[in-house]
């Protein structure tokens, strides 16, 4: 199906909400800058049509920017220097299609700077799709390949063990005065074993002496965690096949988004960013709402670029999804979108708090590396108690308290007034260290509201 | 999540494993030893079980006290458009880097002040969601608490108890009205004002001054002898707002106050009322100094200044010792001139009025302090005769007034008169005077300024890009246009976004900043018709 026809299917599409736009901003400055340019002023030109937003933007110099935004995507072109996506035209853009105050009309025709954009991108979107040509590398090859990773990563994992064992042997309190330096260099080593997903976990074992009161008993249990995945991967021909996938993708290894495409509207639940030096990671968890799944789909930016794709919360989109493999993963690959995301107008269904706890001890079961499952909590009540917040069941004597990382966000706040004391529905993610909400939607009806 | 315990045997060995942990293998060799596996190894082996038994079996904790049901908020929900514009405009705020030049886009963080105001006039609900920010912003900037605590209504009070940064909306909870007993209910005002706190006292008392002011008055003087002087201070100063001659035979009593702060402000009280005892006293004294004399050759007036304070005087809130740099008689004189009912002078200078009063001459330099008394007078006793009379021609060539008439006092003669009248007379003053003295007149004058004020405004800024200077000479009535201007006036400027010629006496590249400042302006202008808009009733129903 070409992307036209999808256009036509739903040109009257609705219009996103001012918030929905703003979310898509990569940073505090970007959605400043875009709320300036959401206003007619300095916009001509503009119109949107074929699921897709134009217009000129007067600037400093004579040339005004071209500025266009593919809302399925969405993806974003503009002729300014800018280096974020979106920059803050492409902002000010949809700001000023949100208003739906006439300044940009819907139904026209894209001008050709931006038609010849459009047309590439969904020119190359359609040839990714069916079957890439990404097979024709030669098996054997592959497959030798596969081997001597898998014999690095049996000597990284080996070598960890060694280094678990003499740590064990002389005590984590003579660890703690080696400091973060064996930590570091341990690490490397396994970056250099080619196993990513170890690198990453002795890194965070080099933090928790550093994180306050009961610190051994939390190096113990992850470096018990970290010897069970090396001892999963060591007798991974014994594991059942969900349990090895599972133990290769915490390894890091890398496996295509293999599982059966899923065709649903995904309600978007939350979206988030965590960033290191060098990386940005996106998170957004979305709702199949005729399958019931959750899905968690992940993006990267790299060297302080915000990650392109951008899903904001509260806009439902109809794509297909592929899980990646593993037993009680949740992450997919977004495959082909049917339409661009429209405001979803509906919420999740939800559990109790002593039934998203159950989840996350039964998901265990697949995965016991996992820190959290996501889940929809239904009508329960924030608690704020001094440094000890919980959500608590609006019908019942059980509460889930909130993790450490969540109180100390501004989402905090907003997650009390919306309630005012009344039952409210909160998405969140559900682990051994409490419950981190992310999303929340009033008592008797009204939008979702981020929370992160 | 500490939940339901496991067994104590489980936590038990977990402490085990933990001080094994802590100290090594070699030291404390673990309790239990899988055959065949050495001791760390068996050790993390055990560990791993028990740290996914314990993560598997967790349970929810026992609920904490959950906090009371927030007070309904019985006010209409804001228009999807309008909630979306206040998060634009609460976004911007903690975007909060201002410096550097503004460019062509409208600083919508002073927008905000116009926006409370106008949805508290629609009287709309503050969104949930949005009362954090809401609290924020009133944090930061006082001059928007009022506004921003009014629309930000009951539950940002209820939010408020939970987060130290937000005490002071507890504190200064608006006009206090939800908490506020009763109007009909005697007894409980009563027991409020008998038993409440200060603050509560002092909104109790504003609230009542303004709906029934004979009761107000009545209630502080049943408790008067007992309060504190310096609560007695500002009772008595709630008293300004609803001032008649009823009050006068309480406040006459209060001249004999041990306080004199309370005396002071009770005298200042009284001769804002030109039928009291003490303004009828004053304008004895007053006019005993003034005079006019026929004798040359035209009427002049003669200035003969206190010899002394009596106690009389200091009993009717003159005060005796000068600030250092001033005499003492001159500044008696201005006291007595300033508490004279201002309707007493005609009568003593050949019954002439106002305008012809202050055209009069006067003699050995008491010009400037006489009409600065007659100034503050009318400013006190609000007379816009006077005040119309001191300002003078707005086309007057020394700057419209009396020489001793400062800017500040312009402003506040200015807010005397009606609204258009003051608009009329500023207009003129920036027709004649342009806009470099403008900045505090156009401060009192009714937003959105009237047509001709705001015609005068543009007019006036187009002479001064025409002149060549740069456009952020004029930044402070720039600001003031972009947020007093009638979005009305949006078609009037549409001429001046375009670069102009540049001529070789103006400054280079002026021109261009010119357009992108008026560019602004319209920006603004349209985002405010576009605010006003979203929270207009009918107007959301468009958007929806």
Not at chain 1, 283 to 308: K, V
Not at chain 1, 343 to 356: C, H, K, N, Q
Not at chain 2, 187 to 192: F, G, K, T, V, Y
Not at chain 2, 509 to 514: D, V
Request: charged share 25%; proline share 8%; hydrophobic share 40%.
């Amino acid at each position: 199906m070409g992307g036209s026809t999808v256009g036509d299917m739903t040109e009257q599409g609705v219009r996103w909400t001012a918030d929905q736009v703003l979310a898509l901003a990569p940073d505090a400055a970007s959605r400043k800058a875009g709320g300036r340019l959401g206003t007619a002023g300095p916009w001509s030109e503009a119109g949107s049509g074929k699921e897709s937003v134009w217009g000129l933007c007067k600037g400093s110099g004579s040339r005004p920017y071209q500025t266009v935004v593919d809302l399925i995507g969405p993806a974003y072109k503009c002729s300014c220097p800018s280096r974020k996506f979106p920059c803050k035209h492409a902002l000010g853009l949809l700001l000023l299609w949100a208003g739906d105050d006439g300044s940009v009309p819907a139904r026209t025709e894209p001008p050709d700077w931006a038609e010849q954009w459009l047309a590439g991108r969904r020119e190359r979107a359609e040839d990714k799709r069916p079957g890439s040509g990404g097979g024709a590398a030669d098996p054997e090859a592959a497959r030798r390949r596969a081997e001597r990773r898998a014999e690095r990563v049996t000597a990284g994992a080996s070598e960890l063990e060694q280094r678990l064992a003499d740590l064990l042997r002389g005590g984590l309190a003579a660890a703690e005065q080696a400091g973060y330096g064996l930590w570091e260099e341990t690490a490397a080593r396994m970056v250099d074993a080619q196993a990513p997903g170890l690198a990453a976990r002795v890194r965070e074992l080099g933090a928790i002496p550093a994180s306050g009161a009961g610190w051994p008993a939390r190096l113990l249990e992850e470096c018990a965690l970290v010897h069970l995945l090396d001892q999963g991967w060591l007798r991974r021909d014994r594991l059942p096949e969900p349990l090895a996938a599972t133990v290769r993708s915490r390894l890091g290894l890398p496996a295509p988004a293999d599982g059966p495409p899923e065709r649903d509207r995904w309600l978007v639940l939350a979206q988030y960013d965590t960033a290191d030096a060098k990386l940005t990671t996106r998170r957004a968890w979305l709702y199949g709402t005729a399958s019931h799944r959750i899905r968690l789909l992940l993006s990267y930016g790299a060297g302080g670029r915000a990650p392109e794709l951008s899903l904001p919360v509260g806009l439902a989109l109809d794509a297909e999804l592929s899980a990646y493999p593993g037993g009680g993963q949740f992450r997919a690959a977004l495959g082909e979108r049917f339409a661009a995301p429209a405001p979803a107008g509906s919420r999740p269904p939800g559990v109790t708090t002593g039934e998203a706890v159950a989840r996350y001890g039964t998901a265990l079961r697949e995965d016991p590396w996992l820190e959290s499952v996501p889940a929809v909590l239904e009508r329960v009540v924030p608690v704020p108690d001094g440094e000890q917040w919980q959500l608590a069941d609006a019908e019942a004597d059980s509460a889930l308290p909130l993790t450490r990382a969540a109180r100390s966000r501004p989402g905090l706040w907003r997650l009390l007034a919306l309630s005012g004391g009344a039952p409210v529905t909160v998405f969140g993610e559900c682990g051994h260290r409490g419950f981190t909400p992310l999303t929340a939607w009033p008592e008797g009806g009204g939008e979702a509201v981020p929370l992160c | 999540m500490n939940g339901s315990a496991p067994s104590p045997d489980a936590v038990g060995d977990w402490e085990d494993l933990v001080t094994t942990a802590l100290l090594g293998t070699d030291r404390r060799p673990p309790a239990r030893l899988a055959p065949g596996r050495p001791a760390p190894v068996a050790l993390l082996d055990a560990a791993a079980e028990a740290t996914v038994r314990r993560r598997a079996g967790l349970r929810p904790a026992p609920a904490g006290r959950r906090p009371e049901r927030a007070p309904e908020d019985p006010r209409p929900a804001l228009p999807t458009a309008a909630a979306g514009r206040l998060a634009a405009l609460l976004a911007e705020r903690s975007g909060g880097t201002g410096g550097g030049r503004r460019g062509s886009s409208p600083d919508l963080m002073e927008l905000l002040p116009q926006w409370l105001a106008a949805a508290n006039g629609h009287g709309y609900a503050a969104p949930a969601q949005a009362l954090p920010a809401l609290l924020d912003a009133a944090r930061g900037r006082t001059d928007l608490r009022p506004a921003a605590l009014a629309f930000a209504g009951p539950r940002a009070l209820w939010l408020a108890r939970f987060n130290p940064d937000w005490r002071f909306a507890l504190r200064s909870a608006p006009g206090g009205d939800a908490a506020l007993p009763d109007p009909g209910d005697a007894q409980a005002i009563r027991r409020l004002w008998e038993e409440g706190l200060f603050a509560e006292r002092v909104a109790l008392l504003g609230a009542l001054r303004a709906r029934s002011p004979e009761f107000a008055r009545e209630l502080l003087a049943g408790t008067w002898p007992t309060e504190r002087a310096e609560d007695r201070l500002m009772f008595l100063d709630s008293l300004r707002a609803g001032l008649s001659a009823a009050d006068e035979p309480f406040l006459e009593k209060a001249l004999g106050d041990r306080s004199r702060n309370v005396r002071a402000t009770a005298a200042e009280l009284l001769s804002a009322l030109p039928g009291s005892a003490l303004a009828a006293r004053m304008a004895v004294r007053a006019t005993a100094c003034v005079a006019l004399d026929r004798s040359g050759d035209g009427p002049v007036i003669v200035v003969e200044a206190p010899h002394e304070c009596d106690s009389g005087m200091e009993r009717d809130g003159v005060v005796a010792t000068p600030p250092v740099g001033r005499g003492e008689r001159s500044w008696w004189l201005g006291q007595l001139v300033e508490a004279a009912p201002l309707g007493t002078w005609p009568g003593r200078l050949g019954g002439r009025d106002p305008r012809e009063i202050v055209a009069l001459p006067v003699t050995d330099g008491w010009q400037g302090e006489l009409h600065a008394a007659w100034c503050r007078a009318a400013v006190r006793q609000r007379d816009a005769r006077w005040s119309r009379a001191l300002l003078g021609a707005p086309s007057a060539p020394e700057a419209g007034g009396p020489g001793a008439v400062s800017l500040a006092e312009r402003a506040k003669l200015l807010a005397t008169l009606d609204p258009a009248e003051r608009a009329e007379w500023v207009a003129g003053f920036i027709a004649t005077h342009g806009l470099s003295e403008a900045f505090q007149l156009l401060g009192v004058c009714a937003v959105p300024w009237s047509a001709p004020l705001g015609r005068a405004v543009v007019d006036a800024l187009n002479i001064a890009r025409d002149a060549g200077s740069y456009p952020w000479s004029f930044s402070g009535v720039m600001g003031l246009a972009e947020r007093c201007l009638d979005p009305a006036e949006v078609a009037r400027l549409q001429s001046l976004l375009a670069i102009p010629d540049e001529h070789e006496d103006a400054a280079p590249g002026a021109g261009g900043y010119w357009a992108e400042a008026f560019q602004r302006l319209v920006t603004t202008l349209r985002l405010r018709a576009a605010m006003a808009e979203e929270l207009s009733p009918t107007g959301a129903a468009g958007v929806g």
